[in-house]
Nanobody
Framework: QVQLVESGGGLVQPGGSLRLSCAAS???????MGWFRQAPGKQRELVAT???????NYADSVKGRFTISRDNAKNTVYLQMNSLKPEDTAVYYC?????????WGQGTQVTVSS
């Protein structure tokens, strides 16, 4: 059974940094895995992912500020978020595409505010 557990959200001032973690169980590969976010009243959107071939893919709005990485030994994917802006405020979800099905974590709130 695939399980994804996020951690690392919180309140940060504009210009600050946070690192999110997603610990996965029930899977072998960390490819086709990454981060989405959903702000109030908006659709869920891609933030950063590892493609099925292991390449990285970023939303234009976070390029140069966010970095996705992984630790295969820990079965964990990270999202380092720097230079945070108020518009980055959202619930961030970890996602894994596995055997044709999307799996989601419970989400972690990120709030960027002074």
């Amino acid at each position: 059974q695939v399980q994804l557990v996020e951690s690392g959200g919180g309140l940060v001032q504009p210009g600050g940094s946070l690192r999110l973690s997603c610990a996965a169980s029930g899977i072998i590969s960390l490819n086709a895995m990454g981060w989405f976010r959903q702000a109030p009243g908006k659709q869920r959107e891609l933030v950063a992912t590892f493609t099925s071939n292991g390449f990285t893919n970023y939303a234009d709005s976070v390029k140069g500020r966010f970095t996705i990485s992984r630790d295969n030994a820990k079965n964990t994917v990270y999202l380092q978020m720097n230079s945070l802006k108020p518009e980055d405020t959202a619930v961030y979800y970890c996602n894994k595409l596995y055997r044709g099905r999307d799996y989601w974590g419970q989400g972690t709130q990120v709030t960027v505010s002074s």
